[in-house]
Nanobody, 116 residues
Framework: QVQLVESGGGLVQPGGSLRLSCTASGTLFSLDVMGWYRQAPGKQRELVAIVTTSGLTHYADSVKGRFTISRVNVKNTVYLQMNSLKPDDTAVYYC??????????WGQGTQVTVSS
């Protein structure tokens, strides 16, 4: 049973920074694509960033240049460094793990609120 545990969310002022962490249980973490998604109230869940098994990254246009995704395979952990945060970044952020077979696993979500 794969479990994903997120941490690092909270309340931050516009222009501030947060770092989200997601630690996965189970084996073969290094073989899976890891990603962060977010869902704002009244909106659909959307991709924020992904990092492949070889370390290639992809970002939503709305976060390019501000967010950085990274992974440390020996720790089974993926990070999302968020800088220059805006009120529009307010959402519940979810960690995602996609196995080589295509199975998706989700974390419970962590709230990020950007407000003065």
């Amino acid at each position: 049973q794969v479990q994903l545990v997120e941490s690092g969310g909270g309340l931050v002022q516009p222009g501030g920074s947060l770092r989200l962490s997601c630690t996965a249980s189970g084996t073969l973490f290094s073989l899976d694509v890891m990603g962060w998604y977010r869902q704002a109230p009244g909106k659909q869940r959307e991709l924020v960033a992904i990092v492949t098994t070889s370390g290639l990254t992809h970002y939503a246009d709305s976060v390019k240049g501000r967010f950085t995704i990274s992974r440390v395979n020996v720790k089974n952990t993926v990070y999302l460094q968020m800088n220059s945060l805006k009120p529009d970044d307010t959402a519940v952020y979810y960690c995602n793990r996609q196995s080589a077979s295509g199975t998706n696993y989700w974390g419970q979500g962590t709230q990020v609120t950007v407000s003065s």
